[in-house]
């Protein structure tokens, strides 16, 4: 069974950036779909983004053209560089295997990690 360990998190100001990495051990993370999700304060927890195992990549659509999703096989991580942040991406964000990146996390079973804080304010 995968896991995941997710960091990167932190505060930071509207416009600004932030790069998070999820370590991934139990399998090559290029043999599964991987997904970043996120839960907002109050919020159900909804897709950001996805990459497949041959690379393709799917986003939300409030994140495209300001995230994207990166896998690094030699060190097992997917990455996800956020710009142009806004007050609405804060929220706990986590990496989990994924159904064919439909982004879907209601529907996929399985505990989740820690996960990373994200907080756009300023």
């Known amino acids: 069974q995968l896991q995941f360990v997710e960091s990167g998190g932190g505060l930071v100001q509207p416009g600004g950036s932030l790069r998070l990495s999820c370590v991934v051990s139990?399998?090559?993370?290029?043999?599964?779909?991987i997904g970043w999700f996120r839960q907002a304060p109050g919020k159900e927890r909804e897709g950001v983004s996805c990459?497949?195992?041959?690379?393709?990549?799917t986003y939300a659509d409030s994140v495209k053209g300001r995230f994207t999703i990166s896998r690094d096989n030699d060190k097992s991580t997917i990455h996800l560089q956020m710009d142009s942040l806004k007050p609405e991406d804060t929220g706990i964000y986590y990496c989990?295997?994924?159904?064919?990146?439909?982004?879907?996390?209601?529907?996929?079973?399985?505990?989740w990690g820690q996960g990373t804080e994200v907080t756009v304010s300023g």
């Open positions: 990459i497949s195992p041959a690379g393709s990549t």
């Open positions: 989990k295997t994924d159904v064919f990146c439909r982004l879907r996390p209601s529907t996929l079973f399985g505990p």
């Open positions: 139990g399998a090559p993370p290029n043999k599964h779909y």
